[in-house]
């Protein structure tokens, strides 16, 4: 992420904003902000560790935005989580 020029990434990120919201309209000015502690770190490593995690009570799951190891640690990931849950846990019911 440091790699990527501030300029470039904005462009990107508006892009997918403008498109996603149906905005005709130029980037407004902006400030980008990076918070490194807003995830753990998700080294190759890291995401080898729990993708390997195994978990052995019947009736008890793990959620979590960090269990979706091939997404960055986000809001979308923790609610992505409990819902292949909520999913398997509706076919077994
Ligand atoms: C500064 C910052 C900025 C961020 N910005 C963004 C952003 O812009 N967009 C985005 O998508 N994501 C962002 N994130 C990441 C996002 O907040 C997380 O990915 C998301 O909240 C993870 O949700 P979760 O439910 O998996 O875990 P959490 O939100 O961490 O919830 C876990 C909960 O479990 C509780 N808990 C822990 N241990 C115990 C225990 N033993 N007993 C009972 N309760 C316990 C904790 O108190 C917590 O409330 C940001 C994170 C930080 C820190």
Avoid: H
Avoid at 50 to 77: H, R, Y
């Amino acid at each position: 992420m440091e790699d990527i020029r501030k300029d470039q990434l904005i462009k990107k990120i508006w892009y997918e904003v403008s498109q996603s919201l149906d905005l005709d309209i130029e980037c407004p000015p902006y400030r980008l902000i990076f918070e490194k502690r807003a995830t753990y770190n998700q080294s190759p490593e890291n995401n080898k560790m729990v993708s390997q995690l195994k978990f052995s009570v019947d009736n008890a799951f793990l959620i979590g935005d960090w269990t979706e190891f091939n997404f960055p640690c986000s809001i979308e990931s923790s609610i992505l989580s409990a819902k292949k849950i909520c999913a398997k846990l509706a076919m077994e019911s």
